[in-house]
């Protein structure tokens, strides 16, 4: 078996990397990736994709999707309050880019998050700052999938919950470690995990503080699936540019929606994006539809038109 090894970052070779089962994809994104990380016979980044920035978190767009990387290796990319405010601002930028639909979190050096900073945690005011954190409330408004590898435990874990989707490397390991150290877990991350695997589960997991690898992790109903050690990046990167290549105003409504009614974060915020949506569409079918024509127009278009102006469209056509 042939392995490309760079950063902490690993692809198997093509005959072992397949998508996930085959289920989402109908080209080899996997295999575009690579193509455009690695130079030709080396193991460095091209300037279009670097990963060796200074700061604790990257930020680095493939076509339509943002990555976002922790990048604080030497700590098994723990959480300290520089790293979570240049969290939020890179979550802030991904959600302003129109042209990015999907972004992927994930750890550099070979772990997701290790949870919090224990030094800045023995610190009173600073444990205040992070424990007060208010990124695991935020709803962001497109989707994002996390891309688990080594540990994802403590606060990495609800990092991993606070996400769309979850794939996970069959060695990686997640949990809420925290419980060795008294750290407690946000409500907003017991609230998904319960929803997730349900009470008795939750119990578990929470109770005892242990570990659990990826099959433990998938029968739980936590993953979408796993994957081979050292792929999960290019698998994650494979299912956010199928969930891209959707349309994308229906596709955040009825997100929207799903996050409403399971965790009722900012209901009204919510309830209107999906509101507004579904009037758009049934304004947008009968422009579309005005004198028994059906126009043969893309779907593409027709999403693009429903959100961004058929009010307009509407009145000028005497709706």
Not at 53 to 62: E, F, G, S
Not at 194 to 208: E, K, N, P, W, Y
Request: aromatic share 10%; charged share 20%; glycine share 8%.
């Amino acid at each position: 078996m042939t392995m490309l090894v760079c950063s902490g970052l690993r692809f198997a070779s093509d005959s072992l990397a397949t998508p996930l089962k085959a289920r989402y994809y109908s080209y080899n994104t996997l295999g575009e990736f690579k193509k455009n990380l690695f130079c030709s016979g080396h193991h460095s980044f091209p300037n279009a994709l670097s990963f060796g920035d200074a700061t604790l978190v990257i930020t680095k767009k493939h076509k339509k999707v943002t990555l976002i990387g922790l990048n604080r290796p030497e700590k098994k990319n723990a959480v300290n309050i520089q790293l979570l405010n240049e969290l939020e601002t890179a979550l802030t930028k991904f959600e302003n880019d129109a042209s990015s639909y999907v972004g992927v979190l994930y750890g550099e050096g070979g772990n997701f998050c290790s949870g919090y900073d224990l030094e800045q945690l023995a610190s009173e005011e600073q444990s205040k700052i992070l424990l007060s954190s208010s990124l695991i409330k935020r709803y962001v408004k497109k989707p994002l999938v996390a891309a688990l590898s080594g540990y994802g435990v403590g606060f990495g874990f609800e990092l991993a919950l606070w996400c769309d989707f979850r794939l996970m490397e069959d060695t990686a390991l997640i949990g809420f470690y925290g419980r060795r150290f008294g750290i407690p877990v946000s409500k907003w991350s017991l609230r998904r995990l319960q929803c997730a695997v349900g009470i008795t589960r939750s119990m578990d997991l929470l109770l005892t503080g242990r570990g659990i690898q990826a099959l433990e992790a998938h029968k739980y109903g936590l993953l979408v699936d796993t994957t081979q050690c050292g792929t999960v990046l290019g698998q994650a990167l494979s299912l956010a540019n199928c969930i891209a290549k959707f349309p994308q105003a229906s596709l955040l409504a009825d997100r929207a929606q799903v996050h409403e009614l399971t965790f009722n974060p900012h209901e009204s915020e919510l309830g209107s994006i999906h509101e507004e949506y579904v009037k758009n569409s049934e304004l947008a079918y009968r422009i579309l539809t005005k004198g028994k024509q059906i126009y043969s127009i893309s779907s593409e278009w027709c999403w693009k038109e429903m959100t961004m102006s058929s009010t307009k469209l509407g009145a000028n056509m005497g709706f």
